[in-house]
């Protein structure tokens, strides 16, 4: 495991001494390496010098265990701090027994739409009954995808009209549950290409009329340095409750997840692992802190 990393922590490190515990020295040349990789798996820069600040406090003085050599025991550190950075263990959004409204954001592409659908699979699969609520009117495909994706999970959709407020969607879902009883509706708002005030008021005021229990920010895994800034300013407006992290099965290394967490301090709840309804499966910490060491 984290082979490369680990290789070169242990020749920088077993040149300079072979200490049964870590001195100032040896940590200081060690964060170098350790910062460099953050970089290289496209962790955002302040969050990888933040990160390298606290890892090396914790690792002067540390002892160097039984077999490992100085090199492991400094990876040992690192893995373990990026565990709990990236949030310790597996979490999972609220879930109350009805009355369940989960709203989600996110930039155009980022995937919001295709993960709604699968979370609509997943929760049916649960036994909970699912309403979509297709309401991305930014983008002119996506409530007709979000149709077929209804359609294909076997559950029903309410498409937001153009110009439509959210007052009146609100109603037009109150209206709907009177005479089919859902306990989790699911919004898939819209997205720009890049943030701006205008999507964010939008956001704001069908967030207001809506009441989610959860608001769920969709993140490209692919976006890399710009997911800090993304996540920040959506968890400004639209205050995110939780993160889901799309298209891990790509090349990114992970550093986007680091970064969103590490910025908003919030759980990720799910990483979207393909193209497929199918293609969601619940964060795990520690498997992404391995691909984040490389
Ligand atoms: P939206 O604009 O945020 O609603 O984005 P979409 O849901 O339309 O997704 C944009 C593109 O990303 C589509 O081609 C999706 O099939 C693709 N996509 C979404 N999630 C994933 C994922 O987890 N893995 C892969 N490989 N592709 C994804």
């Avoid at 990160?51 to 690792?59: I, K, N, P, S």
Wanted: zero cysteines; a neutral charge; hydrophobic letters at 40%.
């Amino acid at each position: 495991m984290f082979e490369s990393l680990g290789n070169k922590l242990q020749d920088i490190l077993d040149r300079v001494g072979k200490e049964r515990q870590l001195t100032e020295a040896q940590v200081k040349a060690a964060m170098r390496e350790i910062r460099m990789a953050l970089l290289e798996a496209d962790v955002n820069f302040g969050v990888a010098k933040d990160f390298v600040a606290r890892v090396g406090e914790q690792a002067v003085g540390q002892q160097v265990e039984g077999s490992l050599t100085a090199g492991q025991t400094v990876v040992k550190v690192v893995h373990d701090e990026l565990i709990q950075t990236l949030g310790g263990k597996t979490a999972q959004p609220e879930l109350r027994a009805e009355g369940n409204v989960w709203f989600m954001v996110g930039l155009q592409g980022a995937g919001k739409t295709t993960s709604t659908g699968k979370l609509a699979s997943l929760y049916k699969s649960k036994g909970r009954r699912v309403l979509l609520v297709a309401a991305d009117t930014q983008r002119p495909a996506a409530r007709d995808q979000l149709e077929v994706l209804a359609r294909q999970v076997g559950v029903p959709i309410l498409k937001v009209a153009d110009g439509e407020s959210p007052a009146e969607t609100r109603r037009r879902v109150d209206e709907h549950l009177k005479t089919d009883f859902r306990d989790l509706v699911i919004v898939d708002t819209a997205g720009r290409l890049q943030i701006d005030e205008a999507l964010m008021d939008q956001l704001a005021d069908l967030q207001a009329a809506m009441q989610p229990t959860e608001s769920l920010l969709v993140v490209d895994a692919m976006t890399g340095q710009e997911a800090l800034n993304v996540a920040q300013t959506f968890d400004r407006r639209v205050k995110v409750t939780g993160l889901v992290i799309t298209k891990m099965d790509g090349d990114a290394r992970g550093g986007a997840a680091l970064s969103a967490r590490s910025v908003t301090g919030k759980p990720i709840y799910f990483a979207g692992t393909s193209e497929k309804i199918s293609g969601l499966e619940p964060f795990y910490p520690d498997r992404v802190a391995g691909r984040i060491l490389g």
